[in-house]
Structure formats: C-alpha cells, structure tokens
C-alpha cells in the first residue's frame, strides 16, 4: 500500500516553540512552524506542493525511506498525486482514460491537472478504471 508519506526532521528554530522540518527523500520540502502542531501541518502542505511539482516536471517520485516521524501529504492532495503518477504508471492516453470513467477528455485533463481540486468520487473512479482501489487509514497525529 503506497502512502506517500515521507521521513521529516524536526529542528527547533531560534524563535522559542518553533521548528524548521527538512525531508532527506524530497530536499525541496523545506518549511517552518511555529510550533510542533503547526510545523506538522506545514510540512503535510510543503511535501503535498513538491510532490506535486515533481509530477507536473515529469519527475519520479522519490523512493521514501523509513524515519522516526514520517508526514503524509494531506488526503486530497495524496489523492491527486495517487491519481496521476498511477495514470502515468498505466500507459494510457487521456482519451483511454475519458473512456474507461465515462467523461470526456476535458474531465480527464482536468482529473490529472495538479492544480484543479478533484471531488473524491471522481478520484476513486479514476483510480479504479485505472485497476487500483483506495484505501484509507487511520493513524495517531
């Protein structure tokens, strides 16, 4: 199961409270908070952009390693970048890919635009004409 979650590390900053978090796997995902509760949340959205930076330049997504505290991008982004690196992975056009969900290819660009937010239902269909299922989980903040 692919989670796209990622090993942070958190580095107390000069302002009391505050942490800087840098990803070895994603160097460009580099933020700050000003607090653990809020460097956490900042470093879910600042991997989420990257990740999806990635895809759009037609880069891979790098391989995550293991580490003590590993943040996911927040769910409808990891859905986005779901969406589009499996379509990517599965060799079709936009056209075959209208086709299998039943809309037309204007759906479809915007379906594997990084951009444009997608509601859950057309994710989940896209994901399951594309031969995968979504899965969700529930963890511990």
Do not use: H, N, Q, W
Request: glycine share 8%; hydrophobic share 45%.
């Amino acid at each position: 199961m692919k989670t796209y979650a990622y090993a942070a590390t958190f580095e107390p900053t000069e302002k009391e409270g505050g942490f800087t978090v840098t990803f070895a796997d994603v160097p460009e995902a580099i933020t700050e908070g000003d607090d653990m509760a809020d460097a956490r949340a900042m470093a879910a959205d600042a991997l989420g952009v990257i990740l999806l930076t990635y895809l759009e330049m037609g880069r891979a997504l790098p391989e995550p390693t293991a580490g003590e505290t590993m943040i996911a991008p927040e769910p409808e982004i990891a859905m986005k970048i779901a969406v589009i690196e499996t379509f990517r992975e599965a060799g079709i056009s936009r056209s075959e890919l209208a086709r299998r969900i039943g809309k037309d290819e204007k759906e479809a660009r915007r379906l594997l635009d990084p951009d444009v937010i997608t509601k859950l239902p057309m994710l989940v269909s896209a994901l399951r004409a594309m031969g995968k299922r979504l899965v969700i989980g529930l963890e511990a903040a």
